[in-house]
């Protein structure tokens, strides 16, 4: 696609509801990322996949939450049992290739709103 | 281990007026620094990036920044603010393939 596209762009769920949060990378692109975004704060890192390898998972927050990329390109962030504090914006990135010298392009991300 | 501090967490500065957003960053590696926009209900964009060719860098809507090893900061500038400058930016670093953001800095343009 032209972008990268998030779905849904809005999730409001009950505490205790598992949600799945979806990414489609621009078409191509080897590495996806995936951060978290607290209201007034920066991005930060929860995983990264190097096409369907899921290379680093050291900033999920514990294991309510777990990501896929089966195919290496769309990719899934799952959020068990949600609880209030889950509540944030999920951004996906990707990259064209991998490593630490790269445009990383966003998605608008999901408002994850746990009620 | 990568980190970046972004010194100031509000910026205010007249429409015409210079800015200074400021950046230190620390890294076991030789890093790649960039410098991110976030724009009110908009997704996050590049501005620029430094990886280790020129230490002065420019980017798109006049801003540019330095890299500056001896002081680990990478300061972004603008000569001359405009109101649509106005927004959330990130200081970012990146030694491998994690790429680390700060807290941010939002920046306001008075008429």
Known sequence: GAGVSQSPRYKVTKRGQDVALRCDPISGHVSLYWYRQALGQGPEFLTYF??????????????????????????????????????????????????????????????LSVL | AQSVTQLDSHVSVSEGTPVLLRCNYSSSYSPSLFWYVQHPNKGLQLLLKYTSAATLVKGINGFEAEFKKSETSFHLTKPSAHMSDAAEYFCVVSGTYKYIFGTGTRLKVLA
């Open chain 1, 50 to 111: 190097n096409y369907e390898a899921q290379q680093d998972k050291s900033g999920l927050p514990n294991d309510r939450f777990s990501a896929e990329r089966p195919e290496g390109s769309i990719s899934t962030l799952t959020i068990q049992r949600t609880e209030q504090r889950d509540s944030a914006m999920y951004r996906c990135a990707s990259s064209r290739v991998a490593g630490a010298r790269e445009k990383l392009f966003f998605g608008s991300g999901t408002q």
